[in-house]
DNA sequence: CACTTGACCTGTCCGC
DNA sequence: TGCGGACAGGTCAAGT
C-alpha cells in the first residue's frame, strides 16, 4: 500500500528524525527479515551513523557512514516507525499515558515488529510488518543501482527528467497492454500502485482496459499531467492512509479523503453523478466511472 | 508476447 | 459465537 507519496512521506520524515544518529544495537525475528549475516550486521551497521535517506520508486535507501546502505520495500503492510524513547517519556509524565498523540498505532514493539534498531542517544526505530512481505538488506552502497530490482526499475515521475514525450515513450513499450497493467508496471514507471493508477485514469477520464496505442494524444496529455499533480499533492497531505500506512511518526496520511474513485464504489462520480463501480484489472480492485470512462474498442 | 494465477502472509469482514 | 472463505495488493515466478 505504500506507493511513491507514502514512501516518499517516510523518507522525508526519517531524514528529519535519524539523520546523523549512530545505530547501537539491531534485533530482529527471522532470518527471513533481515538476510544478511550477523557478522556483516555488526561490522557494517553497529556503530554506524545515517548518513542520508534516499527514495527510488516504493523504496527506501538508508546510507551508512560505513558505505553501507540499507535497502527496504515496505511492499503493502511494512512501517517505519521511529520512537524518540525520552521524548516519549517527557510527555508522558508532563501528560499521563495514553494521551492521544495522532499515533495509529500503539506500544512498540508489537506482534508485527520484525526489525528493532537502537540508537545511541536512546532513540528507536521499528520495523513492522503485520503480512510480512516487506524486505529489507544491508549492501555496500556502491553496489545498490546494481541490484536487479533497482536495473529494472523506470524512471522517476517526479523529475523534471519526466517529460511528456519520456512517458510516451516508455508507455508505448507496451502499447498492446492495458493501462492499468502499464501503470502498474514499476519498469514502465516507477512508484505508482494501486490507488494512484485509479486516480490518475479517472483525472484523465481514460478506461482502465483501453490498449494504450488507442488512447488519443490528448488524453495521454492529461494523464501524464494527472499522475505528476496527483502524487505531488499527496505528498503534501502526506500520503494515503487506507489502512495500515503510518508516516516515521506513526501518524496517519489525508489523501485518501481527496480520492475521486479509490474505494468510492456505489458512490457518484464528482464529475456526472453516475455511480461508481469497482471491477477487476490487471488482477486488482479497480475503481472506476463508467460513464467517464468509457472504453475505446 | 500478453495475460492470468499462485505464492508469499495475516487481519478483517461477511455469510452461514 | 464460531468458522470457512474471500479479500486486501507489491512483486516475482510460473503457467496458459
Given at each position: 500500500m505504500p506507493e511513491l507519496p507514502e514512501v516518499e512521506t517516510v523518507r522525508a520524515?526519517?531524514?528529519?528524525?535519524?539523520?546523523?544518529?549512530?545505530?547501537?544495537?539491531?534485533?530482529?525475528?527471522?532470518?527471513?527479515?533481515?538476510?544478511?549475516?550477523?557478522?556483516?550486521?555488526?561490522?557494517?551497521?553497529?556503530?554506524?551513523?545515517?548518513?542520508?535517506?534516499?527514495?527510488?520508486?516504493?523504496?527506501?535507501?538508508?546510507?551508512?557512514?560505513?558505505?553501507?546502505?540499507?535497502?527496504?520495500?515496505?511492499?503493502?503492510?511494512?512501517?517505519?516507525?521511529?520512537?524518540?524513547?525520552?521524548?516519549?517519556?517527557?510527555?508522558?509524565?508532563?501528560?499521563?499515558?495514553?494521551?492521544?498523540?495522532?499515533?495509529?498505532?500503539?506500544?512498540?514493539?508489537?506482534?508485527?515488529?520484525?526489525?528493532?534498531?537502537?540508537?545511541?542517544?536512546?532513540?528507536?526505530?521499528?520495523?513492522?510488518?503485520?503480512?510480512?512481505?516487506?524486505?529489507?538488506?544491508?549492501?555496500?552502497?556502491?553496489?545498490?543501482?546494481?541490484?536487479?530490482?533497482?536495473?529494472?526499475?523506470?524512471?522517476?515521475?517526479?523529475?523534471?527528467?519526466?517529460?511528456?514525450?519520456?512517458f510516451i515513450t516508455q508507455l508505448m513499450r507496451r502499447k498492446h497492454s492495458r493501462i492499468k497493467a502499464v501503470l502498474l508496471d514499476q519498469s514502465i514507471i516507477a512508484g505508482i500502485g494501486n490507488i494512484y493508477a485509479d486516480e490518475s485514469l479517472w483525472a484523465a477520464k481514460i478506461h482502465p482496459e483501453t490498449r494504450v496505442d488507442r488512447i488519443s494524444r490528448p488524453k495521454l496529455k492529461a494523464l501524464h499531467e494527472s499522475i505528476v499533480s496527483i502524487l505531488r499533492l499527496s505528498i503534501q497531505k502526506g500520503g494515503s492512509t487506507d489502512r495500515n500506512y503510518v508516516n516515521a511518526e506513526g501518524k496517519k496520511g489525508s489523501y485518501i479523503q481527496f480520492a475521486k474513485v479509490f474505494r468510492k464504489e456505489g458512490q457518484a462520480c464528482e464529475r456526472c453523478h453516475t455511480t461508481i463501480i469497482k471491477i477487476r484489472s490487471a488482477g486488482r480492485g479497480t475503481h472506476l466511472c463508467p460513464r467517464c470512462q468509457k472504453v475505446v474498442a
Open positions: 520524515g526519517l531524514e528529519r528524525l535519524i539523520v546523523g544518529r549512530a545505530i547501537q544495537t539491531v534485533e530482529y525475528d527471522t532470518q527471513k527479515s533481515f538476510p544478511n549475516s550477523p557478522e556483516d550486521v555488526t561490522a557494517f551497521l553497529i556503530g554506524a551513523r545515517i548518513k542520508n535517506i534516499q527514495r527510488r520508486g516504493k523504496v527506501l535507501i538508508i546510507d551508512l557512514t560505513t558505505n553501507y546502505s540499507l535497502v527496504i520495500h515496505l511492499k503493502m503492510t511494512g512501517q517505519l516507525v521511529f520512537v524518540d524513547t525520552h521524548a516519549k517519556r517527557a510527555a508522558e509524565k508532563r501528560f499521563g499515558a495514553g494521551h492521544p498523540n495522532g499515533s495509529l498505532i500503539g506500544d512498540l514493539p508489537d506482534r508485527s515488529t520484525r526489525v528493532t534498531c537502537t540508537f545511541k542517544d536512546g532513540a528507536t526505530l521499528y520495523f513492522n510488518d503485520q503480512r510480512k512481505f516487506g524486505w529489507m538488506r544491508l549492501l555496500p552502497t556502491i553496489e545498490v543501482p546494481e541490484i536487479d530490482f533497482f536495473k529494472r526499475l523506470g524512471p522517476e515521475p517526479l523529475q523534471n527528467t519526466f517529460t511528456r514525450t519520456l
